[in-house]
């Protein structure tokens, strides 16, 4: 038998179902109306900083999407001024762009700012990296990656980063290129000297296939299933971790740490408990380094060879820079060395120039632990705090004419006072450029 509209069961049944639909609507608004107020309600006596929140959840992340990021930023920092707030990437975040609110959050007050990331990438690099952690733990892996990169401990090296060099010079010869993929070739070779002090013994093109996975899983959607390239980079992270461990254990047995981060991680020993660090830690801050260290220090070269190409008369005077110290070389009948890269000014401002106009890093995530007074402002606990270092590099208040590409304005140290490259550059990466970028430069100049 058939029911029909008209029958009282069906009237019922319908008049339950749509009374149902109405009570989980209500249900699912009521709670958005709850996570909206919680996220917005704050005492009345305590201040947010300027800005626009945007629609409900979405806030302003489809305009971040549309429009030209650079404009979104600026366009609102001239209309609310160095500290405002807005909604993106569905978290309340507050921004700011100038050097002094920068190295408050970055440095002075950083243990009111935790680093905060997706727990994706979290998966991908490892929990134990150094990225994902504040107070002692991060600053005891920050002070041992930085003595890994200070120039007593990198200066021999540089003979082993021109080898790398002069091997990859013949390969690009009456060839077209992908300037950015031959650079991060050149940046991994480079970073695996810095992390285990030599390229011996190492299953080299192995460890590079499995980072391959995990760059191209990094920036995906993070849905792991198979096939995807994100299921692809955490099975590469697995792999490559075995890979790890096993390196650390056979140095362990040996007692000898040998050079690079891997050796002075293994030599590390809390000065309180004389804890030595384990095998996952480590293995998670070589993996966290080397690939914080490839992307960036390969966009910066690619960046500096776009600028010599676009600047001729620069590129000639560069030119002429290493042409005088290859004839000195050339002379004595030696390989380059480190003192050789300590007299390349022209170099190292080129460099400098390219850091502050490309902005390899336009703004880092950190977040609130705490409710924090700022500035005569409340940031709340749990919002996001963006220092935007491409607004600082790019205002005319400390580089005039922003927008040129002008090396001679780092001739005078004292004009990088007041801007955030004293807070910005002077992090581990600082030496990683420096000294990466020299040599390369000085040889593709010929």
Not at 109 to 117: D, G, I, Q, V
Not at 201 to 215: A, F, N, Q, T
Not at 383 to 395: D, E
Request: with cysteine; glycine share 4%.
């Amino acid at each position: 038998m058939q029911l029909s509209l008209s029958s009282p069961f069906a009237l019922a049944t319908l008049r339950y179902s749509q009374a149902a639909i109405l009570i989980i609507l209500v249900l699912v608004c009521s709670f958005l109306l709850l996570l909206l107020f919680l996220q917005w309600h704050r005492p009345r006596d305590k201040r947010l900083p300027p800005g626009s929140m945007g629609w409900p959840y979405v806030g302003e992340t489809l305009k971040l999407y549309t429009e030209n990021p650079n404009s979104f930023f600026s366009i609102r920092q001239k209309r609310f001024g160095d500290i405002f707030k807005t909604h993106i990437l569905g978290c309340p975040c507050v921004m700011i762009s100038s050097p002094e609110a920068a190295r408050t959050v970055l440095v002075t007050r950083a243990h009111l700012f935790k680093p905060t990331y997706p727990t994706s990438k979290e998966k991908i690099i490892g929990p134990e990296a150094l990225f994902f952690h504040q107070g002692s733990y991060h600053s005891r892996l920050k002070k041992l990656v930085q003595a890994s990169l200070l120039p007593s401990a990198i200066r021999g090296s540089v003979s082993q980063i021109e080898q790398i060099v002069l091997e990859l010079l013949p390969t690009w010869k009456s060839n077209t290129i992908n300037t950015l993929q031959e650079m991060k070739r050149y940046a991994f070779d480079v970073a695996m000297i810095s992390a285990f002090g030599s390229k011996q013994d190492l299953e080299m093109e192995g460890i590079k296939h499995l980072y391959r996975c995990l760059e191209k899983g990094y920036n995906s959607m993070p849905l792991d299933f198979p096939g995807t390239p994100f299921h692809k980079a955490m099975k590469a992270r697995k792999l490559l971790d075995e890979k790890l461990r096993k390196l650390i254990q056979k140095r362990r047995r040996s007692g000898r740490h040998e050079g690079g981060l891997l050796g002075i991680l293994l030599g590390a020993k809390d000065h309180v408990k004389l804890n030595q660090l384990s095998d996952s830690q480590i293995a998670d801050n070589i993996i966290g380094v080397i690939f914080a260290a490839q992307d960036t220090t390969a966009s910066v070269l690619t960046w500096i060879l776009k600028y010599l190409h676009d600047n001729q008369d620069l590129l000639e005077a560069v030119t002429r820079e290493q042409e005088g110290i290859r004839s000195k070389i050339a002379e004595a009948n030696r390989g380059l060395t480190w003192e050789d890269t300590r007299r390349m000014p022209l170099t190292s401002r080129v460099i400098q120039e390219t850091l502050r106009t490309a902005s390899i890093l336009s703004f880092t995530f950190r977040e609130a632990v705490q409710d924090v007074e700022f500035e005569g402002y409340l940031i709340p606990k749990g919002w996001k705090v963006l220092p935007l270092f491409r607004s600082i590099h790019h205002c005319a208040d400390f580089f005039p004419q922003p927008e040129k590409f002008d090396p001679s304005r780092f001739e005078v140290r004292a004009r990088m006072i007041n801007s955030l490259a004293s807070v910005h550059l002077a992090t581990y990466q600082k030496h990683t450029y420096a000294h990466v970028c020299r040599v390369p430069v000085m040889l593709l100049s010929h």
